[in-house]
């Protein structure tokens, strides 16, 4: 099972969205910005690294927020997601169609990845 990590951040009441790219897997779906955990790094060093990577941004991740497993035609992913703050860098479009804030009642306005979509899930019952 393939081990991703997803960012929830954060700021002025907003959370920040990312649209996947053309030519990617579940492409122009919305995501929480992440990536894939490599062999020895903990959840919070992916997901910084991802988001520097793909957004410009340095964060310094948080806690678990939710969990998920998921199957895609490619195999199951377990997908973490975890909470997360800006503290340099500006947000850029790297490897993302699309970059929005949005609040929290807006994440149904928005068609999410598989995986994402049961993290909302989860967000909203608990």
Known sequence: MLEVVAALVRREGRIMICRRAEGKSNALLWEFP??????GETMQQAIERECLEELSVTLRAGELCAETVCAYPS?????????????SGSVKKLEHNDI????????????FCPADKKLIESLRKG
Do not use: F, M, N, Q
């Not at 992440?34 to 062999?39: A, H």
């Not at 199951?76 to 503290?87: D, Q, T």
């Not at 929005?100 to 068609?111: A, F, G, K, M």
């Open 34 to 39: 992440g990536g894939k955990v490599e062999k």
């Open 100 to 111: 929005r804030w949005i609040t929290p009642s807006e994440l149904s306005d928005y068609e």
């Open 75 to 87: 195999g199951e992913i377990h997908l973490s997601l975890i909470s997360a703050e800006i503290v």
